[in-house]
């Protein structure tokens, strides 16, 4: 229940999710009823999210959403639905412009499901999700780090956890998201490679412009600071001193 809203608290303290991951015109899969665009004043450089739902359209194709149209995509508790998640992440990336995101939540199977497959607490569930398993109880799991690495060169996973915080392993099996924190999910996020790093093989190109006069004297500084210690202690190996203070 209200999944999305749970969230919010908790990526309002992480800057990625203030100057990266929101950033410009996204789109929300399935975020009825308790969509992202309810927050939106919360997230400064947003300037707009859309609310993707069944009457828009199946959301494992996002038909009508041209290619590389968003600064992100965000869904929480739809994979899960599809009827073929990879093909689902496969268009949710397309539509996701180079150097945009992707903020996808689903169920963890263990937390969620607790063993029992198919769902007590949502029948319409469809799979099973798990960050990684060799071997997993439910015959329809799906491991996200195979799913990413299927997405191919430019998507870049940037963030993944299993969001256990408010999670109580030593009650009984019950539906833990009906408590108002419990989340009982997996939170990933990808970032789309532009075309330059997937040609690069990686983001290390750094840019040639020199930074103005103020931020060249302090990050000078820094390293004028460390060359002073190693030229200080010369002779003295560090944490080799145990004297009394």
Not at 213 to 235: V, W
Request: with cysteine; charged share 30%.
């Amino acid at each position: 229940m209200k999944e999305c809203s749970k969230s919010i608290q908790r990526r309002l303290t992480d800057p990625n999710f203030l100057r990266r991951y929101f950033v410009g015109d996204g789109l929300d899969i399935g975020g009825k009823p308790d969509p992202l665009s309810l927050y939106r004043e919360l997230f400064p450089l947003m300037n707009s999210v859309r609310t993707w739902d069944w009457e828009d359209g199946d959301a494992q194709f996002l038909k009508g959403v041209p290619d590389g149209s968003l600064g992100f995509v965000h869904s929480s508790h739809c994979l899960e639905h599809l009827a073929d998640p990879a093909e689902g992440l496969r268009n949710w990336l397309r539509v996701v412009r180079e150097g945009g995101y992707l903020v996808i939540t689903v169920p963890d199977e263990d937390l969620y499901e607790q063993g029992v497959f198919p769902s007590t607490f949502n029948r319409d569930h469809k799979w099973t999700f798990t960050i990684f398993k060799e071997k997993s109880w439910s015959e329809r799991s799906l491991n996200l780090l195979d799913m990413v690495r299927e997405l191919g060169p430019a998507a870049e996973p940037v963030r993944i956890e299993q969001l256990s915080a408010n999670y109580r392993y030593d009650i009984p099996r019950y539906d833990q998201t009906l408590t108002p924190v419990a989340e009982c999910g997996i939170e990933l996020v990808i970032r789309k490679r532009t075309s330059a790093e997937v040609e690069a093989g990686g983001r290390w190109a750094r840019t040639m412009q020199q930074p103005e006069r103020e931020m060249r004297l302090h990050l000078n500084q820094y390293k004028d600071d460390m060359q002073m210690m190693k030229q200080s202690n010369q002779g003295h190996p560090p944490f080799d001193n145990d004297s009394e203070l």
